[in-house]
């Protein structure tokens, strides 16, 4: 099954139903003041701006790593502080059923950057490689006059780690080779180089700092700088993903977001350990009955948890911040999102790696021009995102190098209704040995592994999954609608024989690249800090210029 993306934006007002319209930009004034008129002729050239000139919004994706949207001030959790995150959120479109692709990392990014299901493109898990030769939305976006811009992490396996993006400002955060490969042929074993434990429950708490901590400080710090680099360059719009590593595991807090909450209000899951085969594989896998968790190691890391949400709250705000300061902030359609959440406790689990609400869904949120301020129930993904982007740019759209398995979201961001929307999602890695596979559709969620009996919940009456309705009598019909519909978008032979015959490679290749001179795949931006700040090849006005926002006169 394929959703083939059409071009929204034709010329004229041949759009279909919707009418679509260019952005045209706010003249936000570059102040070139000369006493109190504003006098253009003082404007040095390469800071000039046709502000009468009809201009494609920028676009500033901020993303979260494993966080749930229910543990967000802006989704209505009560005790969790994110003013950022909702002040976009009152001004903008929120979304309350948007769900990643793959509860994993890297085929959730990889998914949502190439608008692919993971199964489509071979991404099946955090050690699987992320093709070049698959198109992206920033390739897209580059393409139709766009500069393009990754700050932070974004987990490509691979030689390639730009992905269509013109620049890159900081290395990943994780490894880009083929270590964290799945393996089926011995899926009950225990990966422990790896894989994930529940030390992170029971060492969370206060720290000075971590590595994480430094790596979202140096990401943020990156985007900022770069964001003042365009405001003073005007030369095209821009797309920049800023991509954090919080509030992903260890939950581990600096104190000054660890003081923000009461250790002793910090509430407890609201779901005991469930029994369903696939709950307790993941519990076996990352040793939930070998922790010696107690309440108290319970309540220590949903503290951290929440402190680090606070974090990346305020990361969020720095870059906010930074486009209001660069005169950009009118310009520019925000984005905040998470490439899928923690489950946090809830049925007895941790992490992701999982259908359930905590672990698939991901807040999703719009705010900007053209935006209308909303919220949305009807169900959708992050592989629509890439369509979405480009009704956004609204110039000419480019030849699509590969249909696309998301829609477009713009029509809804203007206030459209929307037709009935099926989501789907796959889980290719750890702890199962076939394809865990998920459809969302109205109220209602269906989760299918061959291995394991099936699961539908009716997820707005019983957010929390409790009741497992799969073998209702009263829900036979739709137990079989969903059925056929696995039947119709899934060949699952053919998908789990690619997937072993993808691991017998990689394990091939990894084993080699171990030997001898290790050749590593990990980006190393580039850097020639002789040529920054002040130097004698450049006049002294000429840096001022470069690296003052607005410029002097």
Partial sequence: MFHVFRNACKSGNDTGNVEIRPLVATQNSYSFLVGSEFDTDKIPTQYRRDTDMQKSPNIVLIMA????????GAYGHPLVKTPHIDALAATGTRFDAAYCNSPLCAPSRASFMSGQLPSRIGTYDNGAEFPASIPTFAHYLRSMGYRTCLSGKMHFVGPDQMHGFEERLTTDVYPADHAWTADWEHSEERIGKWYHNMDAVTQAGPAATTFQYEYDDEATFLARRRIFDYAMEKTAPFAMVVSLIHPHDPYVARSEFWDLYDHDAIDLPETGPADDPMTERLRSGIEVDKSNLTEESIRSARHGYYANVSHFDSKVGEVVKALKDADLFDDTIIIVTSDHGDMLGERGLWYKMNFHEHSARVPLIFSGPGIENA????PVSLVDLLPTFLDI????QPDLGMPVDGFTLWPILQGSDA???TVLGEYCAEMTCAPVLMIRRGDYKYIHCETDPPQLYDVVADPFERT?????????ER????????????DETTMTESILSSQKRRFAVHDAMEKGAWTAWD???????SEEYVRNTVSWDDVLHRMQYPPPD
């Fill in 65 to 72: 790593d494993q966080l749930a949207p229910h543990f967000t």
């Fill in 375 to 378: 919220t949305r129930s009807e």
């Fill in 393 to 396: 740019a609204g110039t000419a």
């Fill in 419 to 421: 037709e009935e929307r």
């Fill in 468 to 476: 497992n309705l799969a073998a209702d009598p009263a829900q036979r």
């Fill in 479 to 490: 137990v079989a609608a969903f059925q056929k519909d696995i039947t119709r978008n899934w």
């Fill in 523 to 529: 980006y190393n931006p580039p850097r020639r800090a």
